[in-house]
């Protein structure tokens, strides 16, 4: 459960575009 925490905070500092890269790295 933390490291979702984490993650929602990090989710917070970074811009939108870069938040898209993440999301699509992820569903490779």
């Given at each position: 459960?933390?490291?979702?925490?984490?993650?929602?905070?990090i989710w917070?500092?970074?811009?939108?575009?870069?938040?898209?890269?993440?999301?699509?790295?992820?569903a490779q």
């Amino acid at each position: 459960m933390g490291h979702q925490l984490d993650e929602l905070k990090i989710w917070r500092d970074v811009p939108p575009d870069e938040v898209l890269a993440i999301v699509l790295e992820d569903a490779q």
